[in-house]
């Protein structure tokens, strides 16, 4: 089966330039999630969709940050403008469900890598 | 909320030889999940082994293995064997069953050397 696809894998921007990621997640998984990977850190989450619904976004940065997941299938993550601490790995990641039981493996992209200059 | 701990930032191993990650989490919860991941260089992270916090039994998986302790919130992932292609970044991390939300420790960095 195909996993979660990311483009691009690697992306460089000046600061307060904008800049997007986007995901496709494998098929037939409900719940979708975007973390950010600071060098050195582990994954924190940034947002959470359940279809092309919300389902945390508390840790998103909303005055810059923003993200949206059309049909409940793939999703875009946009930054703007960035900033230096912007510089990351965003990796997506996606679920069959948000419960317990089987469905709670997440599968995960490549990520992509976004310097800020 | 809650918090995952894992307080060894790097860690090196013989080939062959057993290894043990320590991970320890705080959280107010009785239900949930806890999971090993493993991030080679190429940035995917890979499920390695998971918990159900409501199974005493210690989840096994080939040469990996987990002794959870419910009641001191540790969860440790020991290696056995260990292989060269198990050089990797390993990271803990707690999943709330309700919401399905994860969170993660800042990873420990494990080198196998030959």
């Known amino acids: 089966e195909a996993g979660v696809a990311q483009s691009p894998r690697y992306k460089i921007i000046e600061k307060r330039q904008s800049v997007a990621f986007w995901c496709n997640p494998i098929?037939?998984?409900?719940?979708l999630y975007w973390y950010q990977q600071i060098l050195g850190q582990g994954p924190k989450l940034l947002i959470q969709f359940q279809n092309n619904g919300v389902v945390d976004d508390s840790q998103l940065p909303k005055d810059r940050f923003s993200a949206e997941r059309l049909k409940g299938v793939d999703s875009t993550l946009k930054i703007q403008p960035a900033k230096l601490e912007d510089s990351a790995v965003y990796l997506c990641?996606?679920?069959?469900?948000?419960?317990?039981?089987?469905?709670?493996?997440?599968?995960f992209g490549s990520g992509t890598q976004l310097s800020v200059l | 909320a809650q918090t995952v701990t894992q307080s060894q930032p790097e860690m090196s191993v013989q080939e062959a030889e057993t290894v043990t990650l320590s991970c320890t989490y705080d959280t107010s919860e009785n239900n949930y999940y806890l999971f090993w991941y493993k991030q080679p260089p190429s940035r995917q992270m890979i499920l390695v082994i998971r918990?159900?916090?409501?199974?005493?039994q210690n989840a096994t998986e080939n040469r990996f293995s987990v002794n959870f302790q419910k009641a001191a919130k540790s969860f440790s992932l020991k290696i056995s064997d260990s292989q060269l292609g198990d050089t990797a970044m390993y990271f803990c991390?707690?999943?709330?069953?309700?919401?399905?939300?994860?969170?993660f420790g800042d990873g420990t960095t494990l080198t196998v050397k030959p």
């Open positions: 918990q159900e916090a409501y199974k005493q």
């Open positions: 990641a996606s679920s069959l469900g948000p419960r317990g039981g089987t469905n709670e493996k997440l599968f």
């Open positions: 991390a707690f999943m709330n069953t309700n919401a399905g939300k994860s969170t």
């Open positions: 098929s037939g998984h409900a719940t």
